[in-house]
């Protein structure tokens, strides 16, 4: 830390000199030049200590501690998320599990009451003084994916591998979380020279599969928000690229269902039982078949599909993992609506029980092209991007952090949601959610900086 | 007549020398002799003149005028039809239509009041005397077939080709009921040497899809009723062939399946449309996926499918002809109800409406040893049958006189069915239901035979 | 012809007295009053006498007349159609019967011929000078409707009602022709005062079904061609209104297919039969199942289906009338490639034989941007029009105009498309396709001089 | 051994004061009693080490090292099962865990050579003298189940429970192999006694699932025999009761069926996948529909299925485990055909690749009613049994014994398979294949008796 408190002083002085008030290019830089190291260390320690949606214990005690040890003001647990509003929180053995995991792994028992039972989300709230909020999102789960041991992989070549078996941040979240921690120590040093605004840094837990930002929405974080922001680190985009605002998220929602009839032997009493697997297919048939609409792209996808115990037994039960998606709203509503009209008669059809479980759901989301403009604006005074594209409409992924935006953009606010190039150094990178996935470190750096830059902008 | 009356004096001398009571088959066959002409030309007449089920008006006056005038007492119409039970009757237009043709060909209008509206049956009965009833059936409906003009044809060669465009005898009911006037004729003759027993002529409309039967049982007309017979002319079994019993009737359930939908265009607006052709097509599927049935042979078959007007429109209407068998009634009441749940909830997967029609039904039947053995020990005694089968079970086909059957066997009456080989003279005989139909006329004489010598002997 | 005339010579004076070579709005006005009554009337002698696609022997004879009266230089039949490009092709019975209705309203027998067997295009040139060549386009055929007879219908109301059963102009392709006739007498008009460039007048068979413009594009009428337009008028949009350029054409391809399996008794021997309704179902439903295209929308449509003849006949055929369409022309292909593949396999999983005939095509089109700018241009400068729209994407409909834009396109040529709003006065119009479909007069007149003056300003 | 010797010796006694050549009841009940102890022992002994198909290595080595100590002359291995006839062999693993299962249990290496890789057949002929062959079949494997722990089940309180976990003898093969052996002890003892026919005792593999018995008569075992019998014990039918005879035997095919296809994000690139979850329902609903067969019972089931990955990924893969069956071979060959084609051609419509891997096979099979009449006059002279059904005809089940009565049939010998209800003492017994099936002991011995008797008859 002392190379760091050496610069700060140095930027200190340069202050006095400038003029009140202003806070430039130069002097942020300085800050970030000093951070450097910390948001590396920890984008890797929480890469080594991946945690799944819903059990970000040790990500959650960390992001807290560090909040509180800056000075932000912090809400955590239930004060932050809305318990009916979770989606596809995971059975009580994997909670615990996780829990004991961070337990054994030394963290304060008292630090991670709070978060017991998937509460683990935290806000950290600086005041600069009276003027508008700004909300910083950044999203912490992992995902249960095997990493890659290949040496050509970072992680493995560095040693910061996932510890945990089968769990992997394998969608940069290690690298957002860290950007959070990151925008959090840079706002702190500024606070000396910022005089309006608050700026609120909300950390998420289940981005994936789209379960845990209904549930901060409705703890009523965003009430007061102004402008809200979020970026995702893009492992497969060269470094130095950045889309400054996406206006392709589909709307979604993901289903379990589950088919239950009742067995019988089917060779000597077929028609005594109640075939679950027969009446799921003819869902998954008519599903996919459900029509096109008018207004835009819509999705279906039965993506697993598992059932029957033997060969020749009438099949009892049969689970389905489904999703839909609409480029807005309202076609995710009209596939959602039909799927469900569809599994229901598809088991009545063939006398199977039918049961769905809401496991995820996201809304449409555009960002606003007056706040793009300004994150544009920072990008292109910025030297490291050299591909700066301003908004971007291409549809096919989901994202729940569509539900921050439209709470912010339903009293006025505005939002926007920014990608930036992180593929690894001489790699063209590898898809999300892969098992070798990795991001461009200096990615961080950028990131935290188009943010600090863009909430200057937007406070002064 | 003249040679009738002839012969029939002959036989009453004969018939003097003999002892009383005592009809021997010498005796019978001299009849048979006289009525030959008649039979022949009765059939020839049903067949120039078919008329399709419900709507049989000259048919059905014609047997009503012969019976009474051999001295039957008859009942007809309503008081042998009773309506609720009718399937499948024809729209208005028909009925009104082959109303009309019936007075245009002369009949007399008072004759056919009793009959109109489609209820086209006749009942004759004889009583010689205390005893046991029998009752023989007659079906007396013509197919809407377009019959075939080669000269291959014997009513093409002999000139009694049907004079109904598209309606034709291709199932021998023309025969059948000219073997029931001939029965009748024969029995009025009989009358003087009977003394026990009542004789009751069924002569039943609309047998072709199941629709008629049900509709005379339900008119109680077998309460009384002892003994039930009939038998089928076998266009493609050899003459010499008779089967004195069949128990292959399935029991069967013929519906038709309205889907009601709403039409939209299919470039600019597919999800304002409900789909009708998508929901029928899933019930299709679905509709034959039924698993089977441990108890014996089942069926299902949609028949035709018609729906939709425009390549480009989202299809409005689509109408189904479907039909389930069972070779048991249970079998056929578990296809019946799972083709109904299947229907309803493929139209409601895709919000289309659904409206199912019963056309026709009829229960399974088997026939009674017993009363099979009689007809046996008659075919034997004959000089006519070479191949004598006792009880064929061979499933397949239905037959709505398993209502009498049934009817009749639920208060410890006998039922059988017998089945005469009937192709034509040098030929195989082609199917039944097909436009070159025909049947050996010599068959008529040999199923009056069987018909008379088993009444004769049940009441002896 | 009197009032014409004169008019004619009040505009050549006034002419004299302009500039040379200066064609103004006002010299267009008046040639354009002077024909008002002639494409009325016109438009209602085509409504009257409609003809569907492939059979427009009168509309053609009419406009071959008409335009080797005006001086141009008249290609047509064969020379204008390519006789395998051709789609959808109605059967010769209809063709004949069409050709015949021609000889009976008196036509002449000589200009019929070059147009015999159904190939009803004609194409008319004027030559003003060197320089660009400009296409328009004029489609003539009908639609099989019957038209409404209702007061509230102008074509009732005024006696020019269709005058053959079940045929309709229900697309205002009526109007198209008159529209492409004054267009063809004001350039007459303005020959002398022209100087460079020349005009193609292309009347086209066979839009419905988009069968027709291919086999025009293949006869290489458009090698030449610098600029091409179309209009099309809308019957439900307000008379007022124009959208310059329309993008919105969707790729589509429309096919029949025969499903071919084998009938058999469905009691006794269902497993004999190939069941030719089961197979194209199953079609159907996994037709509609395609997967969505990342690219954009796309769209499959299963519009008739007409299968079977007897309820308890395993069905021997079924035909289905489908089309599918794409946003571009590459998810066309996707969608048409994967139904092929389907339709193939569903039969072949039944044992049933399948056939499908080519019945339309087009590909997608987008109108370049500098062309529709003109016609901007010349709209706003009219005070016809009070709702100006530049380009249209909304998707949905297809259009075999395409073909023509891709030709023009391939080799560096201009293309645009637009549409006129027509609804009848005092009304807001009803659906295209519809028995009740009218177009206000008014928009005929308008839509010439749009042509008009966008063919002046880009010769000019 | 003692009592047994003891036993043995006063038998032998007995006999010398019999007729020479003739053995009584009386006589091999006394060998019985003598073996009970013996006969109930091993049968717990391997129902202690249950070994699952082509993995019952202790079961032949136990098998084959008796047999030849009581002087039977014993092929084994590779001699007696035709390795390309084997169906469903499990995975090289599993092959090698059962081996070193019974190496570690102390079985003798040099023993269990012949049998490595699974060729677990033993057969074992005695030879009396000239006259006919008669083979006797016992099958030797267990099941993929977790057996019972509650005391209400009588290997718990015993203390034979399953050693294995997972695997477990519930369908009495355990039983059928001890009856084996106890039949070989007695033909061993009556040996003096015999003086014509050769009896050959066939040990099966995996019998489970349908797929050893084929290796066998590939193995040209039975091509000298001339009677062929087998028996089974049935859980679920009260001891006292045997019927003589089986008919009920559906030929049936067990197939794995792989659909592959390609994986592609569902969201944005859906039509890049090639949807191995949507090949496969589509399979699924298709196959329940293949029509009916008119000649007899037929049955198709998808048992289980298993495909995907991750609810947002178009599933490269799914896995279906089938099976058809049918009354007669031919029947069997038509789902199974028919089947085939749906699998195929389904994965084709979707771009999708099939692999159908045999995973067992059987075909139907009667037992002749003259060997049955034996069995019968065999049960009736017995004092246990007091319920004896001749030829019992339900169809439901299969087994691949057909085979093997197939092969003994088709050179003109006699086949019969009886079954020996076996429910355990007090209760009315629970379904094959469950986790608490059990049997009555005394059922073993009876069916020695059975067998020995029918073949002192066919032998004397």
């Given at each position: 830390m002392k190379k760091e408190e050496m610069t700060l002083s140095k930027q200190e002085n340069q202050m006095k000199e400038a003029k009140a008030g202003r806070i430039d290019r130069t002097f942020v830089n300085r800050i970030l030049d000093g951070l450097t190291e910390q948001i590396t260390a920890d984008r890797r320690q929480f890469h080594k200590n991946p945690e799944v949606g819903w059990t970000e214990f040790q990500t959650a005690v960390t992001v807290s501690q560090r909040l509180k040890k800056l000075g932000f003001n912090v809400s955590e647990g239930r004060a932050v998320i809305h318990d009916a509003s979770r989606m596809g929180v995971p059975p009580e053995s994997t909670l615990t599990e996780a829990y004991q995991r961070a337990i054994d792994n030394g963290f304060d028992k008292k630090a991670l009451e709070p978060f017991k039972g998937g509460f683990t989300g935290v806000v950290g709230t600086i005041v600069f003084g009276e003027g508008p909020v700004i909300a910083l999102r950044f999203d912490m789960d992992a995902l249960k994916i095997e990493e890659s041991r290949s040496e050509a992989h970072l992680p493995a070549r560095e040693g910061?591998?996932?510890?945990?078996?089968?769990?992997?941040?394998?969608?940069g979240h290690d690298g957002h979380t860290a950007i959070g921690l990151g925008v959090a120590a840079v706002l702190s040093k500024l606070k000396p020279f910022m005089n309006a605004g608050t700026v609120k840094l909300v950390f998420q837990p289940s981005e994936e599969g789209v379960r845990g930002a209904k549930s901060m929405v409705k703890a009523d974080i965003f009430e007061d928000v102004d402008d809200v922001l979020a970026c995702h680190l893009i492992g497969n985009e060269a470094f130095g690229k950045i889309i400054c605002g996406s206006n392709g998220f589909m709307a979604t929602t993901k289903m379990d269902v589950r088919f239950s009839g009742r067995p019988s032997h089917a060779g000597s009493s077929p028609n005594a039982g109640r075939h679950a697997i027969l009446a799921a297919a003819s869902a998954v048939v008519n599903m996919h078949a459900i029509p096109r609409h008018e207004a835009g792209a819509s999705r279906i996808n039965v993506g697993t599909f598992n059932g029957g115990t033997d060969r020749n037994v009438i099949p009892e039960e049969a689970l389905l993992k489904i999703e839909t998606r609409g480029e807005q709203t309202e076609i995710n509503d009209y596939m959602r609506q039909y799927a469900l009209r569809i599994i229901k008669n598809a088991g009545e059809m063939h006398g199977v029980e039918t049961d769905v479980t809401l496991m995820g759901e996201a809304i449409g989301g555009k960002s606003d092209e007056s706040l793009v403009a300004v994150i544009k604006e920072v990008a292109e005074a910025m030297t490291i991007f050299d591909d700066i594209v301003g908004i971007d409409s291409h549809a096919g992924g989901s994202e729940d952090f569509s539900y921050m935006m439209s709470a912010v953009q339903a009293h006025g606010g505005k939002a926007a949601y920014f990608m930036v190039g992180a593929a690894p150094v001489g790699t063209s990178g590898v898809g999300h959610h892969t098992h070798e996935f990795d991001v461009d470190e200096r990615a961080l750096i950028a990131s935290v900086q188009v943010m600090i830059e863009t909430v200057v902008k937007r406070l002064s």
């Open positions: 910061f591998l996932s510890s945990v078996a089968g769990i992997m941040h394998a969608c």
